[in-house]
């Protein structure tokens, strides 16, 4: 009985994976309300909400930006020592392998209210090859799943300026 439960299972842990991947997948600002551009080193941009306001963060090693609007935040860093993620620990965590930008991209999803009581949907997603020699990770907090689901729609609007996809 546990050999056809556990296929089972793992054919709809599969399907949920794969209907992540193509969501995700497909480009365009998708809900993002009142899109602005952001450009990162005058090599990637993207867009977030109108209303996401920038805060002052400087980075060590790395390219750094912060965005903080009252459902959504983003911390980015665009360098060679970026958080490559792993956060298998967490509640609900999932994981999804995709490409965005023809660029390997990782995204993880999960809780995280001890962090962040106010915003505990985290969304992040991670590039090991983001161009010479960097990486890049943004890391997404949200109120709700819908705001979780808007932070797809952020990373699904990335593009790198030196691949003609701009």
């Known amino acids: 009985m546990r050999k056809v439960a556990f ?9 949920a994976v794969a209907v992540t991947a193509v969501s995700v997948a497909c480009g365009g600002s998708g809900g993002i309300k009142d899109p602005e551009e952001i450009v990162v ?5 993207f867009k977030i909400p109108g209303d996401m306001d920038e805060l002052g963060v400087a980075g060590i090693d790395s390219v750094v930006g912060q965005w903080e609007s009252e459902g959504l935040s983003l911390l980015l860093d665009y360098g060679a ?7 298998t620990n967490k509640d609900g965590y999932r994981v999804t392998y995709l490409t965005i930008s023809d660029r390997k991209a990782v995204i993880e999803r999960f809780m995280d209210p001890e962090v962040d009581t106010a915003r ?28 979780q689901d808007l932070l797809l729609d952020i990373y699904r609007t990335l593009k790198w ?6």
């Open 7 to 15: 296929p089972a299972l793992r054919v709809l842990a599969l399907m």
């Open 41 to 45: 080193a005058e090599a990637i941009e």
């Open 81 to 87: 020592s970026s958080d490559s993620l792993g956060y």
């Open 120 to 147: 505990p949907y985290v969304a992040a997603v991670y590039f090991e090859d983001a161009g010479e020699g960097k990486k890049l990770t943004i890391f997404g907090r949200a109120a709700s799943e819908d705001d």
């Open 161 to 166: 300026l030196d691949s003609g996809d701009a």
